[in-house]
């Protein structure tokens, strides 16, 4: 009687007496009866489909990791099966990934991170103390003396003093306030987070976010997810890609016909350009924002890659400071800062930093708010980012290794940049403006109309189908200059200089062969 209760309350009926030996046979025999009177289901379609997705996703393009570099990767794995190719290698030149290409890590940046890691190795007398005493500060603010804790989600107290502190020493002293800095997972993190704020309205209304032509395609790729207008300003390839505040007057009009222009991104040094913008210009770009209640976005990560001895970094930051209280009070700015670039090269980590400044205090809430919805970024890379900013001082032991490491990687990224601008000016259709800064070559390349025929036979973009015929003659991986913008009817690509110098000489001379034997088969 219980169990013929229990059956009940689950919905089923107890079986009649002498069911309970019915043969395991019959009980097969009845089962197809029972199955028969199932309804037949069609195929249940999925949900998600390229129809159904969120359209501002499908729009998000991002050229350094898009179909050219799918292609790479398929060759590479042609090679590895023994697929025969006038090559033996692909050459990834598309990304500017440092360690990748074979630089080597800074030793303290190291040490420091694998005492953070590992922190029984702080007993070891293999680690210098100054090492040591950095790691200790970094763990003793974590939780659990631990890197595998959660932080705040604006980030370690004691990195964001120490990236303040370092702010305030390259910009000659001018403050910089640790409230006023989140940590971020490189500064992509930060510059995707700081527009999710500002992105906002509808039709005329709706937020134009200002990108330079050429421009990093991050920005592009953000603008489309958020459904924002971009606001295209044109750099001027005949003088050496500078920024004209004519230019930006012009975009800036000509926008406001149909949305609402609120954001100014500028990137210095320039990706994929290499430009560094004087003092001058910076002046005349923060006197524009402010003329026109444009929020700033100053993307620095090269800040520490200038090769040019005519050419000096300056940080926004700094520059509106010094233009006086006017500017300075009421500027709304965002700067950004990466552990991937620079001489460190540590992209896997993710480390990076924001500074906003003159933001609404009420905005600010909003922001650690936002921030906090993804708990915090990757404690390690708020680690690598401490020891960027804090570097050996003089008189400290690992001083004079830190400084010939940094000095020996600038140094070469400066003879690799004259290098490759010297190479490419001499082939013939291919023009090259002086890289300055930033670790890339953008150069022109002339593609003859019948070429642009068979590309258009492709489906393809000219510069597309130029960058397609070099990856699959020479192994060589570079990325086409419509994934950056570009003045119609120009053509270019964009390639890393990282390669060690012999291998970015044979880089350099396959492109040349490849571009004369292009010239020929087009003509």
């Not at 989140?182 to 704020?197: C, W």
């Not at 800036?252 to 913008?277: F, S, Y």
Request: glycine share 8%; with cysteine.
């Amino acid at each position: 009687m219980q169990r013929a209760a229990a059956l009940v309350r689950r919905g089923c009926s107890a079986r009649a007496p002498g069911s309970w030996g019915r043969s395991r046979s019959s009980a097969a025999a009845e089962a197809p009866a029972v199955l028969k009177v199932r309804p037949e289901r069609g195929r249940r379609e999925r949900i998600l489909t390229l129809e159904s997705m969120n359209p501002q996703v499908k729009a998000v393009e991002y050229a350094v990791r898009g179909p050219i570099v799918l292609k790479a990767g398929e060759i590479e794995l042609e090679l590895q099966r023994g697929i025969k190719k006038p090559f033996t290698e692909v050459i990834r030149a598309n990304i500017g990934d440092a360690q990748a290409m074979g630089q080597q890590p800074i030793t303290f940046l190291r040490q420091v991170m694998a005492l953070c890691t590992y922190p029984n190795l702080l007993d070891s007398p293999s680690f210098p103390e100054d090492a040591k005493k950095r790691a200790r500060r970094i763990l003793q603010a974590c939780g659990g003396n631990s890197l595998g804790s959660y932080s705040a989600s604006q980030g370690v107290n004691c990195i964001r003093e120490d990236v303040a502190a370092y702010i305030t020493r390259r910009d000659g002293g001018v403050p910089a306030d640790p409230d006023n800095i989140f940590l971020t997972t490189g500064a992509s993190d930060g510059i995707s987070t700081i527009l999710k704020i500002l992105v906002s309205g509808g039709g005329k209304s709706r937020t134009g976010v200002m990108v330079s032509v050429p421009q990093y395609p991050l920005y592009s790729a953000v603008i489309s997810e958020l459904d924002a207008v971009q606001v295209h300003y044109y750099l001027d390839e005949e003088n050496c890609w500078a920024l004209s505040v004519n230019e930006l007057r012009r975009a800036v009009r000509e926008a406001k016909d149909h949305c609402d222009p609120k954001v100014l991104c500028i990137i210095n040094p320039g990706n994929p350009t290499g430009q560094v913008q004087s003092r001058k210009c910076i002046e005349d770009v923060i006197h524009f924002a402010w003329e026109e209640k444009l929020f700033l976005l100053a993307d620095e990560v090269y800040q520490d890659n200038v090769y040019s001895p005519d050419c000096r970094f300056h940080s926004f930051k700094k520059v509106l400071y010094e233009m006086g209280p006017e500017y300075s009070s009421s500027v709304e700015l965002a700067s950004f800062h990466s552990t991937s670039k620079g001489y460190m090269g540590e992209c896997g980590y993710r480390g990076g930093y924001m500074e906003v400044i003159n933001l609404h205090p009420e905005i600010k809430g909003q922001l650690v708010k936002l921030l906090s919805v993804r708990l915090c970024p990757p404690v390690s890379g708020q680690a690598a980012m401490d020891i960027v900013v804090n570097p050996p001082v003089p008189g400290e032991e690992s001083f004079e290794q830190f400084s010939r490491e940094k000095e020996s990687v600038l140094g070469d990224l400066a003879r690799k940049a004259k290098l490759t601008e010297d190479l490419f000016n001499q082939v013939p259709g291919i023009h090259c403006n002086p890289l300055q800064g930033s670790m890339y070559a953008f150069p022109r390349v002339f593609i003859p109309p019948k070429a642009v025929e068979a590309a258009q036979a492709h489906k393809m973009a000219p510069d597309m189908f130029y960058c397609m015929k070099l990856l699959e003659e020479t192994g060589i991986c570079v990325v086409p200059g419509s994934g950056f913008g570009q003045r119609e009817g120009t053509y270019h690509f964009r390639m890393t200089i990282l390669p060690p110098v012999e291998k970015l000489k044979t880089v350099l001379q396959k492109v040349k062969d490849f571009h004369m034997k292009f010239l020929e088969k087009y003509a």
